[in-house]
């Protein structure tokens, strides 16, 4: 990404952020204005200085979020723990953390370090830093902890249960990302039938658009199935077939969750 591009990036995430503080807008509302920004500058994906690259919206959607998740945690957990003179922290814990985070998760740190039982939080938790506590994609959250008074809230889930539900989860999303891929391809070819007069063109255009169709019925199907095989089957007794159906109102889904749940 060039200097003026990465420039307008970081421009329109820092705005994203703001307008969310500001209480006047949702943070969905600022999200997509900051999109509808860089797509009308012509950016649709960003490169990081790491090489990897995203779409515009998923990068934006990410620091977003993240800023958010920092500045309450800064706000709620510190500033309070600072005002209540309370040096410990409970981190909450929740099943399908990436593998990292799972082995942090659920336990109680001492914000300053200075603890000889518990260990410093951002030593432990690597908070502070992009693939630590509160970075990207970060859930885990946590809060003011009085040894003697307060209770655990959480604690530290199964490393082995958690580590096979996050590879099923990262195998959902890698579903996921393919699907959105092929509707971007559906919609440039149908822009691209839409403007062309040249026949011939506009038949092959239309032959792809067709079969790229299928293809993404096919994708969504697939993970559909694998989404209740590994989310809702092993909790049919909780969840039942009326709970699915409200989940899954499309009439075209029924057939599939119907015979996923009488195997």
Not at 64 to 71: H, P
Request: glycine share 6%; proline share 2%.
């Amino acid at each position: 990404m060039v200097e003026s591009s990465q420039a307008t990036v970081t421009h329109l995430m820092d705005k994203a952020w703001l307008k969310v503080q500001s209480g006047a807008f949702t943070y969905q509302d600022a999200i997509y204005d900051a999109v509808v920004e860089l797509a009308k500058q012509g950016i649709a994906t960003v490169t990081y200085p790491s090489g990897k690259t995203d779409w515009a919206d998923v990068a934006v959607r990410r620091a977003v979020m993240t800023g958010i998740s920092q500045t309450a945690g800064q706000m709620r957990t510190f500033d309070l723990a600072a005002e209540m003179d309370c040096d410990l922290v409970e981190v909450t814990a929740h099943m399908g953390a990436r593998p990292s985070h799972a082995l942090w998760q659920g336990k109680v740190y001492s914000i300053s370090g200075k603890s000889k039982k518990y260990p410093k939080l951002s030593t432990a938790t690597g908070y502070g830093t992009g693939d630590g506590l509160k970075g990207w994609n970060c859930r885990h959250d946590f809060y003011p902890f009085f040894e003697g008074i307060s209770e655990r809230a959480n604690l530290p889930v199964d490393v082995t249960e958690n580590n096979r539900q996050y590879e099923l989860s990262q195998k959902q999303r890698a579903m996921e990302r393919s699907i959105r891929a092929t509707k971007r391809r559906l919609a440039a070819y149908d822009g691209a039938i839409s403007e062309t007069e040249d026949e011939v063109l506009k038949r092959r255009l239309q032959n792809q658009f067709e079969r790229h169709s299928a293809i993404l019925k096919t994708k969504e199907n697939g993970c559909l199935s694998f989404a209740i095989r590994t989310i809702f089957i092993p909790k049919r007794t909780e969840f039942g077939l009326l709970d699915l159906t409200r989940v899954f109102r499309r009439k075209r889904y029924m057939g599939i969750i119907v015979t996923l749940l009488s195997k």
